[in-house]
């Protein structure tokens, strides 16, 4: 199984980004697809959660109402939406995929996200 996070970059406060997280090498739909974050000297953080057979969604009240995750079956790709970034966003964003319950758990590489004017 393979992730591949991308679209971090630089914003300013205020601004939007959407990251995509392209996975590959399982078939499964029984999966949790994760966000998760981790800002300098911080521990890792669940920003939202898309679940594999039914859609579901659940977010991170610190992230509730500006992010949205979201997916493309075709594309094997789960995205985040990021609207209204505040520097306090800044982190680096890790995908991560649950499959079967939690018997099979993997992560990206990550990709960084800056918030700063």
């Known amino acids: 199984v393979q992730l591949v996070e991308s679209g971090g970059g630089l914003v300013q406060p205020g601004g939007s980004l959407r990251l995509s997280c392209a996975a590959s090498g399982f078939t499964s739909a029984m999966y949790a697809m994760r966000w998760f974050r981790q800002a300098p000297g911080k521990g890792r953080e669940l920003v939202a959660v898309?679940?594999?057979?039914?859609?579901?969604?659940n977010y991170a009240d610190s992230v509730k109402g500006r992010f949205t995750i979201s997916r493309d079956d075709a594309k094997n790709t789960v995205y985040l939406q990021m609207n209204s970034l505040k520097p306090e966003d800044t982190a680096v964003y890790y995908c991560n995929v649950l499959i079967q319950f939690g018997r099979y758990n993997y992560w990206g590489r990550g990709t960084q996200v800056t918030v700063s004017s």
């Open positions: 898309i679940i594999g057979d039914d859609g579901s969604t």
